[in-house]
Structure formats: structure tokens, C-alpha cells
């Protein structure tokens, strides 16, 4: 099973908003509501800030948005803030019990 | 509060066995998955595998089937994970993390602060 595809790379100003895209196929992301993203700074562990599509955990910023059309799934990061900048990662589950990342996306903030 | 807590950095000769660790706390031990995944300094997150600690149920990617054994001792509340023989390609960053819901979903809300294993 191959990986999800995402950009390599975003970036945007301070204030603004980047949407970060994730492909996949009708076998996971096209067929699940399991998409779940995770924002990882350098040296730290991954940290959630959206499952199942488009839900937040308790915690994370509502500047933080989900949504997913047929096979792709999208992070929206509104009012760009310096310690956005990181990499993301989608996530979705698949077929045969599998879970599967995507490449990641590192984030600049400019 | 819910922590995860691996052992810690491990340096070892390829053909050499390891084991390493995740202690869980601070929530009912089987009642939530635990997952491992793997990162490659440098590069992105991989799924391995994960085990439902309330029977010890195993999934496993088809890239780390055979390669790893995933398993948790519920008496001492921790979920490990385990090579026979490491390869130098097996050098990375290991992380175990919990699964957000007991019931549903395919989220991980609480990670373990990662372990270092380096093959050479």
C-alpha cells in the first residue's frame, strides 16, 4: 500500500491561510472517514489536530480545519502563526485493517 | 493524564535481537490500541503495526510483517516491540502511540516521547 501523497512543501505569510492536500484512493481515504492529521516540530513527537476528517481534540486552536472530497483530504491552517511551522502529516485508515501516513508537508511561515 | 513512556536509545550490531518498550499510565491499559511507527531521521512517519492490548491482537503493516513482532505484557501495562535480527536499515526513531477513542477510530492522541535505535 503506498503512501498518501502530499506536497513536500507550503508556505505562507503570517496572518494568512494554506490549505495542505492528501491524496489517496477509493480504498482508504475515498472509502473511510479515518483521516486524522498530525503536526510534528523538529525533535517532537507527532501531535494530533484532526481525526475522523474534520474533528478537533480538545486542545487544538480552531484555526485548525479538516474536510476530505472523494479521495482527497485537506488541512486548512487560517491566521498563519510562527509555531505553525512544522510538518504535517495526514493519516488514513485502509483496507484490511492497514493505517497509512502520508509523505508529510513541511510548512513555512514566512 | 495519560503518558507514554519508552525506554530509551539503543545502539546495536546488525544480527543482534532487541526489544523495546512503552509503559502506559494514567488510563485503563486494554481498553485503547497502541500502534508503533517508525521515522527515519529526516523523513516521514510509516505505520508498523498495532495491538489491541486487550487480547493482544496484532495488525501489522505488510512492509513490517515478519520483520517485527508487536506485544504487551498487561501486567506491567506496556506494549513493546521487537526485532530478532536488526538490519542497519532498521535505524530510526520509534514512536508508540495510543489510540484517541476506545471504541472507533483510526487516531492517535497520546505518543510516547520515542526511542532512538541506531544499527552499525
Known amino acids: 500500500q503506498s503512501a498518501l501523497t502530499q506536497p513536500a512543501s507550503v508556505s505562507g505569510s503570517s496572518g494568512q491561510s494554506i490549505t495542505i492536500s492528501c491524496t489517496g484512493t477509493?480504498?482508504?481515504?475515498?472509502?473511510?472517514?479515518?483521516v486524522s492529521w498530525y503536526q510534528q516540530h523538529p525533535g517532537k513527537a507527532p501531535k494530533l489536530i484532526i481525526y475522523?476528517?474534520?474533528h478537533r481534540p480538545s486542545g487544538v486552536s480552531d484555526r485548525f480545519s479538516g474536510s476530505k472530497s472523494g479521495n482527497t483530504a485537506s488541512l486548512t491552517i487560517s491566521g498563519l502563526q510562527g509555531d505553525d511551522e512544522a510538518d504535517y502529516y495526514c493519516?488514513?485508515?485502509?483496507?484490511?485493517?492497514?493505517?497509512?501516513f502520508g509523505g508529510g508537508t513541511k510548512l513555512t511561515v514566512l | 493524564e495519560v503518558q507514554l513512556l519508552q525506554s530509551g536509545s539503543e545502539v546495536k550490531k546488525p544480527g543482534e535481537s532487541l526489544r523495546i518498550s512503552c509503559s502506559a499510565s494514567?488510563?485503563?491499559?486494554?481498553?485503547?490500541?497502541i500502534s508503533w511507527v517508525r521515522q527515519v531521521p529526516g523523513k516521514g512517519l510509516e505505520w508498523m503495526g498495532r495491538?489491541?492490548?486487550?487480547?493482544?491482537?496484532?495488525n501489522y503493516s505488510p512492509s513490517f510483517q515478519g520483520q517485527v513482532t508487536i506485544s504487551v505484557d498487561r501486567s506491567v501495562t506496556t506494549a513493546y516491540l521487537q526485532w530478532t535480527s536488526l538490519k542497519a536499515s532498521d535505524s530510526a526513531i520509534y514512536y508508540c502511540?495510543?489510540?484517541?477513542?476506545?471504541?472507533?477510530?483510526?487516531?492517535?492522541?497520546?505518543w510516547g516521547q520515542g526511542t532512538l535505535v541506531t544499527v552499525s
Open positions: 502511540a495510543r489510540r484517541l477513542s476506545s471504541g472507533r477510530g483510526y487516531s492517535y492522541g497520546s
Open positions: 494514567g488510563y485503563s491499559f486494554t481498553d485503547f490500541w
Open positions: 495491538i489491541d492490548p486487550s487480547d493482544s491482537y496484532t
Open positions: 477509493t480504498s482508504d481515504i475515498g472509502r473511510f472517514k479515518f
Open positions: 475522523d476528517v474534520l
Open positions: 493519516s488514513s485508515y485502509g483496507p484490511d485493517g492497514l493505517e497509512i
